[in-house]
């Protein structure tokens, strides 16, 4: 069964440093999303790709994080500088279309700590 | 707002006993809701959906899930729990317009 891929799977980071996520999505899925998960609580969507387009990164902190999709299939999420409270699990999930009446695939996720 | 609850932190049940994990949702027009289960360290897997027509929806492993529109509730059932389904529940929701908002989860704990 096709699955999204992530990694790395786990990141320790100074705060200040930069750092970066990669995603793979089931091959054919045009529309991407990375979430961010904080322990407790459920993911909260950080930014939509429609194919290589931005549809919505109205939650993304615009000022240190950024996402590119470039050739519309593998996507990274970066962060610079990372701070302690970027602490928390991103989560890449992808579907076959941008209407939420798909379902989201999710990957494992990269559980990042910013010490 | 738009919002999805989940009033249980946590769900403890006996193993071979019915478990109940409950969701409401605040989303305006017609919802789309959707279960998710996550074991740890891992991803999000879809279990189920309600998007129109029967209001109890079959889903993965043997769960289902109701949906009440008068109540406001799309809570996920089983009848009888496996220790295997110990594991953390999302409900999530959507009204429609793109963007899927979640619970903040119920841990589900099934002792044998």
């Not at chain 2, 991803?43 to 189920?48: A, E, V």
Request: proline share 6%; hydrophobic share 35%; charged share 20%.
């Amino acid at each position: 069964e096709a699955e999204v891929a992530q990694s790395p799977r786990y990141k320790i980071t100074e705060k200040s440093q930069a750092v970066a996520f990669w995603c793979d999505p089931i091959s054919g899925h045009a529309t991407l999303y990375w979430y961010r998960q904080i322990l407790g609580q459920g993911p909260e969507l950080l930014v939509q790709f429609q194919d290589e387009s931005v549809v919505d990164d109205s939650q993304l902190p615009k000022d240190r994080f950024s996402a590119e999709r470039l050739k519309g299939v593998d996507s990274t999420l970066k962060i610079q500088p990372a701070e302690l409270g970027d602490s928390a699990m991103y989560l890449c999930a992808s579907s076959l279309d941008p209407d939420t009446y798909y379902e989201q695939y999710f990957g494992p996720g990269t559980r990042l700590t910013v010490t | 707002a738009q919002s999805v609850a989940q009033p249980e932190d946590q769900v403890n049940v006996a193993e071979g006993n019915p478990l109940t994990v409950k969701c409401t949702y605040s989303v305006s027009g017609n919802p789309y809701l959707f279960w998710y289960v996550q074991y740890p360290n891992r991803g999000l897997q879809f279990l189920l959906k309600y998007i129109t027509g029967d209001n109890l929806v079959k889903g993965s492993y043997g769960f289902e899930a109701e949906f009440n529109k008068s109540q406001t509730s799309f809570h996920l059932k089983k009848p009888s729990a496996l220790v295997s389904d110990s594991a953390l529940y999302f409900c999530a929701g959507d009204n429609q317009g793109g963007k899927l908002i979640f619970g903040q989860g119920t841990e589900l704990s099934v002792k044998p």
